[in-house]
């Protein structure tokens, strides 16, 4: 665990982390370090920026948090003494990777091919498409697929060591019967 620098009027409240650059859909793990200051805290607030998911506050002392979007996040720990003042610890994340999107559900007719269109939030990014055995499918975000029978189809995008995925569901239907009637002979003009 990494503990970052107090910015809180000299009070020794502090926050560890478990590391200051993750990836997508990582879990993060913060606790204050100073549950036992004699100052005597009687609350905390975290706070963090937008696209945070928090899986676990534990008795405001530690905190789970994954985040769905890339960049520098900030995360700030808020501990209040007996006096209600608030001291305050701020921490930067960096949040690396790419969101992988592998599109809605398709429903294509058995036996004809369609197009899957997957797409990344960075052209930087490596993209490789697999089928649910694992098959390479393509490296493109444009795959044109024509499974026998329904499956899903996975994209994998792969940015700076950090890996994301999702799947899609390509559902087989049969085609529809057509049929206009019998020949028939008509007069000109009628």
């Not at 009687?42 to 789970?64: D, E, H, K, V």
């Not at 797409?119 to 444009?142: E, F, K, L, Q």
């Amino acid at each position: 665990m990494v503990q970052s620098k107090p910015s809180g009027g000299g009070h020794p409240h502090t926050f560890s982390y478990n590391s200051a650059s993750i990836c997508l859909g990582d879990t993060l793990k913060v606790q204050d370090t100073c549950i036992h200051d004699p100052f005597q805290p009687t609350s905390r607030m975290w706070t963090f920026s937008p696209g945070a998911q928090t899986s676990t506050i534990l008795n405001q002392t530690q905190a789970s948090v994954v985040f769905s979007t890339p960049g520098i996040k900030i995360i700030t720990l808020s501990v209040y003494d007996i006096f209600n003042v608030a001291y305050t610890d701020t921490l930067q994340i960096e949040v690396r990777g790419s969101i992988a999107d592998a599109g809605a559900s398709k429903k294509y007719c058995t036996n004809t091919s369609g197009v899957l269109i997957g797409t990344s939030d960075t052209t930087s990014a490596s993209i490789s498409w697999t089928d649910a055995s694992g098959a390479y499918v393509g490296n493109s975000r444009i795959i044109t697929v024509a499974p026998a029978q329904s499956a899903y189809f996975y994209i994998s995008v792969n940015k700076g060591a950090c890996l994301t995925r999702d799947s899609v569901l390509v559902k087989t239907v049969a085609p529809p019967i057509v049929n206009a009637g019998n020949n028939a002979t008509v007069c000109n003009g009628n």
